[in-house]
């Protein structure tokens, strides 16, 4: 069973992945266009969006006139009945865009009319707020997975799915690799004892080893497990995304590429299996095959903050400096919250331009309190790559060897390190990593 989000101003009801926009149990008849305006407005509600940002989200491959956004935004306020005794949803900020003002409220739908227990249907419900791959939507899930627990304290999905949200948090920057592994690890280690034949805890356990330990061997067992134990076709084409993923970072691209197109072809309106794809073609070095990927998973989910990026590597990759840096834009608009991430990606961007002196004050931006990493330190070796600074980019990759850094993971495949490759410690750091 699948859920959306379903949200709630005023007397209307607004599901943005559809979209629809609802009062009572009547539709509004509005244009599509307008209906995605409204969604970026309301995913960031309370914040002020640019017209320039709107353009370029809602019509991301056309050269739009601000006249149309106009007219939309007139078509939304008319459907909304905004007026002198009306809450005026949708406020103009002069010289800057538009911000969505109303208080916002949420609920959840079943996209099926099976019927499920209520435990399963917070874990399914925390399910997608993963997918929203945000720190906030782990952040959610969490919330849900511990409400699950407080009734069912030995519901092993819950444990397993709260672990995850912390290994989410840990890839997102969110949390230090001390303050996400252990936990994550002893929720795991409890969800094992409750129910070892739960597949999800097996997939669970393969990230943990894989991102936490560098244990691969034991990684890829738990994903056999995972897979053998599985019950539902869903949880079958995650397992095989991972394993996919697995195979293309240690350098079986075709085999790997295989894998995780079978499991997005099964499961097309999973932005999951869609991401995996494209940084798949981006690890193969195939950026032409990640461009096609992305932009048409876009299309299913324009606000999947992770498919711009994706493109945005790619289009680096490629030299197309000022599309990438509108991807990234968008990125950050979507993500609703500060990404350290997503500015090394632009400091990166810079210094493959050659705009070394950008890309240098971005680095001074990501230079971190003690105690705190909120960004990859093999990101920022890859910056030092691409501004000529073999040696910092070498000790920033020792380092995140010793900090046992989640993103050493894909090394062997990282066509950003090439400047560095045939170093000897960088040699060193592959041994090490064991892979």
């Known amino acids: 069973m699948r859920f959306r989000t379903i949200v709630r101003f005023g007397d209307f009801q607004f599901d943005p992945e559809a979209p629809l926009l609802t009062r ?26 640019s017209k320039d940002d709107l353009l370029n989200i809602v019509w991301p491959e056309a050269v739009v006139e601000e006249g149309n956004l106009s007219v939309h935004i007139f078509a939304l306020r008319r459907a909304l009945g905004a007026g002198a005794t009306r809450a005026e949803y949708i406020e103009t900020i002069p010289k800057r865009g538009y911000r ?14 099976a019927s499920a227990t209520p435990q399963r249907d917070r874990c399914s419900t925390a399910g997608h707020y993963l997918q929203q791959q945000t720190a906030g939507g782990c952040n959610r899930a969490a919330a849900e997975y511990r409400e699950c627990l407080k009734i ?12 995850n949200t912390l290994l989410f948090r840990l890839v997102l920057g969110d949390l230090s690799r001390n303050q996400a592994v252990p936990r994550a690890q002893a929720l795991l280690e409890e969800a094992n004892q409750i129910d070892p034949a739960c597949s999800d805890v097996h997939l669970s356990r393969s990230r943990l080893f894989g991102l936490g330990h560098w244990q691969w061997e034991r990684a890829h067992d738990e994903l056999q497990h995972a897979l053998d134990l599985a019950i539902h076709d869903e949880t079958r084409y995650l397992v095989g995304a991972w394993q996919g993923c697995y195979l293309v970072e240690r350098g079986e691209q075709e085999k790997g590429l295989q894998r995780l197109g079978w499991a997005n072809a099964a499961c097309p309106l999973s932005p ?3 991401r995996f794809l494209a ?18 998973a876009l299309q299913l989910h324009p606000h999947c903050w992770l498919l711009h990026r994706a493109l945005g590597r790619a289009l680096t990759a490629l030299g197309e400096y000022g599309q990438a840096r509108r991807c990234y834009r968008r990125a950050t608009l979507l993500y609703n919250a500060p990404q350290a991430g997503l500015l090394a990606e632009l400091a990166y961007l810079d210094a493959a331009a050659g705009r070394k002196d950008s890309a240098g004050r971005m680095l001074g931006r990501l230079r971190l309190p003690a105690g705190r990493q909120d960004v990859s330190l093999v990101a920022i070796a890859q910056i030092h790559a691409a501004l000529g600074d073999k040696d910092r980019a070498l000790d920033c ?15 062997k495949q990282d066509c950003r390190l090439d400047p560095v490759r045939g170093e000897r410690r960088y040699r060193k750091v592959l041994t090490e990593v064991g892979i």
Not at 103 to 110: A, F, I, K, N, V
Not at 152 to 163: D, F, Q, T, W, Y
């Open 24 to 49: 009572g149990s009547r539709a509004l008849e509005l244009s599509p266009k307008a209906l995605q305006v409204l969604a970026v407005l309301v995913g960031n509600a309370g914040r002020v969006v």
């Open 100 to 113: 969505f003002a109303a208080p916002l409220d949420s609920m959840h739908e079943s996209d099926t009319g």
């Open 152 to 163: 069912e304290p030995r519901n092993a999905r819950a444990k397993a799915g709260l672990a």
């Open 272 to 274: 999951f299996l869609w």
């Open 279 to 296: 940084e798949a073609h981006f690890l193969a070095r195939d950026f032409s095959g990640c461009v096609a990927v992305s932009r048409k």
């Open 397 to 411: 990759l020792e380092q995140a060897c010793a900090n046992r850094d989640w993103a050493l993971s894909a090394l």
